[in-house]
């Protein structure tokens, strides 16, 4: 199983970017997608997630309202929109999945996901 993250990049404050997830080995419109972030010092923490179909959504609060999670099973691949990035948005982000899921769940426990990324940098500055 791979799941090979990218996107990231230097964007200034207020500013957007697109991150894709591209999943392979593993039957993906059975997985939960979800996305977290860990900046310098701090713990990975839960960023969103989407439920198989792609009907169901979570998000933390932090970014809820400007980022957006969506997924293309054909494509294998899930994604993840950063519109108005603040300074606070810098970290690396990781997407990850999650098997043994029913329909129209989503996960925002780290520790239920089998599968992550490497990783993408994004850098936000002023």
């Known amino acids: 199983v791979q799941l090979q993250a990218s996107g990231g990049g230097a964007v200034q404050d207020g500013g957007s970017l697109r991150l894709s997830c591209a999943a392979s080995g593993l039957t993906f419109n059975r997985y939960v997608m979800g996305w977290f972030r860990q900046a310098p010092g701090k713990e990975r923490e839960f960023v969103g997630s989407i439920s198989r179909g792609g009907s169901v959504t979570d998000y933390s609060d932090s970014v809820k309202g400007r980022f957006t999670i969506s997924r293309d099973n054909d494509k294998k691949t899930a994604y993840l929109q950063m519109n108005s990035l603040k300074l606070e948005d810098a970290a690396v982000y990781y997407c990850?999945?999650?098997?043994?899921?029913?329909?129209?769940?989503?996960?925002?426990?780290?520790?239920?996901?089998?599968?992550w990324g490497q990783g993408t940098e994004v850098t936000v500055s002023s």
């Open positions: 990850a999945a999650k098997g043994r899921s029913i329909m129209r769940v989503t996960s925002s426990n780290s520790h239920e996901y089998d599968y």
